[in-house]
């Protein structure tokens, strides 16, 4: 089973819709999350962090639960310049550094 | 903000060459740097954790004799991939961390490795 794991998409959605994100996660002891933004062979950025009381920024709102180690993205009226891959990012404190670890990605398209 | 470069962006190399990426901290210091590698529609995988001062620690499944890491300076770490194969084309990113192991890591922005 991977560590973290998201549907890979793509989602292809209009401007103005709404479109939601899922992660999971094993490692049940993971203390931070966060979700991060690639686009297209560039690095990624981060979009934002995750808490347990649930945190939006803007047109981006995300949750966590840690009951069932599934964080979301919701992001409301999307724009074109939201097209790109979106990172769900776990933190593993393990070895005494903060190792992230990274899913797969999920592909948003957003279209006129 | 925090800002990370990395050099080249893009190389191209013949089989069993060696290529070094360079990866900096430029307006801040960075005790700890991260190697990543990602494959096309893949996750970014943690190669290593670049020290200042000390060896790299490499992940399970990296080989340490063909990933050279080097952290000579507070702002500057080095990898070198050592007789390169097809199968090392890849895009590799440092992430450095702004003020503890436990910070916001900064990206660099990748370089892409293509051997022929």
């Known amino acids: 089973r991977k560590e973290v794991e998201q549907d890979p998409g793509p989602f292809n959605v209009p401007e103005g819709a709404t479109v939601a994100f899922n992660c999971t996660y094993s490692?049940?002891?993971?203390?931070?999350f966060f979700w991060y933004r690639q686009d297209c062979r560039k690095e990624p950025k981060l979009l934002m962090s995750?808490?347990?009381s649930g945190n939006e920024d803007g047109r981006f709102t995300a949750q966590l639960n840690r009951a069932s180690q599934y964080i979301s993205l919701l992001i409301r009226d999307s724009k074109l310049s939201d097209s790109a891959t979106y990172l769900c990012?776990?933190?593993?404190?393990?070895?005494?550094?903060?190792?992230?670890?990274f899913g797969a990605g999920t592909r948003l398209a957003v279209h006129p | 903000g925090a800002v990370v470069s990395q050099h080249p962006s893009r190389v191209i190399c013949k089989s069993g060459t060696s290529v070094k990426i360079e990866c900096r901290s430029l307006?801040?210091?960075?005790?700890?740097m991260f190697w990543y590698r990602q494959f096309p529609k893949k996750s970014l995988m943690l190669m290593a954790t670049?020290?200042?001062?000390?060896?790299?620690?490499?992940e399970q499944g990296v080989e340490k004799d063909k990933f050279l890491i080097n952290h000579a300076s507070l702002t500057l770490s080095t990898l070198t991939v050592t007789s390169a194969h097809p199968e090392d084309s890849s895009f590799y990113i440092c992430?450095?961390?702004?003020?503890?192991?436990?910070?916001?890591?900064?990206f660099g922005p990748g370089t892409r490795l293509t051997v022929t």
């Open positions: 992430s450095a961390v702004r003020t503890n192991l436990w910070g916001e890591q900064y």
């Open positions: 490692n049940s002891a993971s203390q931070s």
């Open positions: 995750v808490y347990s």
């Open positions: 990012v776990v933190s593993d404190l393990s070895g005494g550094y903060n190792k992230l670890i």
């Open positions: 307006d801040f210091q960075a005790t700890t």
């Open positions: 670049s020290n200042e001062g000390s060896k790299a620690t490499y």
